[in-house]
């Protein structure tokens, strides 16, 4: 995500310092466990670190997402005190996963925050925080609540979907019908040009939200590959609870079935007002 959206401001003219784990960034610094020796003024500084795209499976695994996403943050903002110049603004890059939902249409920023996974929680919490500190040292906080996020070579569910169709082993189920609310990285990029200016909150979507059967043809046509196969539903709900008697090693169960078959989407309106959100559609920009 940080890539994609330094390649964004840096094309706008935006002189741009990275802060990374690697020797690829200006600042190399683990914010999980240090504060970064932050040596110069910005005018605004994009939190895109975190930890995502896994599930913990003990309570320690849990506890890194804090470590990352909630601890991260507050070593930044520390890092940020001690430099001597704080910025005018600050754009901190959440999820919907805050609201907790699995399954409904159109889901507004007012929507109660009602996520309960480590991941979810610590986001929740790394946005309260910024909210709180923000308003404190009078910077202007801008929080974008990304749904999946395509970009090239994606990691997470949108690269195992790339991964499955391209080793011939992804099957839409029940047609595929589904709609899950996706957004371009470079897009991100775009809105945070306009978004920091204003502050708020907004979720950002493709508008479009496409369903698995689309994106799965828009990436199996970019990869050589026919059509992906269907499984019918009443077939994959026999797998999933075989899957379920297996145990996490299954390729599929219950739980993983319920979130494939259930429409997602969210509401980007308030963007769209706020700074003129016009985002490209996924399936006509995806490149794998």
């Known amino acids: 995500m940080g890539r994609h959206i330094v390649e964004v401001l840096a094309s706008a003219g935006w002189l741009c310092d990275t802060l990374g784990t690697t020797t690829a ?36 695994e849990g506890r890194d997402f804090f470590a990352v996403n909630l601890n991260g943050t507050k070593n930044l903002c520390d890092g940020l005190e001690k430099a001597g110049a704080l910025p005018k603004a600050l754009v901190f890059i959440s ?20 996520g309960n996974t480590p991941y979810a929680l610590s986001k929740i919490e790394a946005e309260q925080f910024l909210q709180q500190w923000c308003a404190s040292q009078g910077i202007r906080l801008t929080i974008l609540r990304l749904p999946l996020v395509a970009g090239y070579k994606p ?21 595929g019908l589904a709609r899950k609310s996706m957004v ?16 708020g909150i907004y979720n950002l979507t493709d508008g479009v939200h496409p369903s698995f059967a689309a994106l799965a043809t828009t990436i199996a ?4 590959k026919g059509a992906p196969r269907n499984l019918p539903a009443r077939l994959a709900i026999l797998l999933a609870k075989a899957g379920d008697l297996v145990g996490e ?5 219950t ?29 006509d920009n995806l490149r794998v």
């Not at 040596?39 to 309570?59: D, F």
């Not at 990691?155 to 047609?175: A, C, D, E, K, S």
């Not at 371009?184 to 502050?199: E, Y």
């Not at 090693?249 to 169960?253: D, S, V």
Request: net charge positive; aromatic share 6%.
């Open 249 to 253: 090693k299954a390729p599929i169960n």
């Open 25 to 60: 960034n200006q600042l190399v610094c683990n914010l999980a466990n240090t504060v970064p020796a932050i040596q110069h003024a910005y005018e605004l500084v994009v939190h895109a670190a975190g930890k995502a795209h896994s599930v913990p499976k003990t309570e320690a």
């Open 95 to 114: 999820t919907v996963a805050v609201y907790g939902c699995e399954s409904g249409k159109n889901i507004a920023e007012t929507h109660p925050l009602q």
């Open 255 to 283: 739980s993983r079935l319920q979130k494939i078959l259930a429409t997602l989407t969210f509401d980007d309106r308030r963007a769209r007002s706020a700074f003129g959100w016009n985002p490209q559609p996924v399936t």
């Open 155 to 175: 990691p997470g569910n949108l690269g195992t979907m790339v991964q499955g169709i391209t080793n011939g082993r992804y099957f839409n189920i029940g047609g």
């Open 184 to 199: 371009m990285a470079a897009d991100v990029g775009k809105a945070i040009l306009q978004a920091w200016q204003i502050g």
């Open 221 to 224: 046509r970019q990869l050589g």
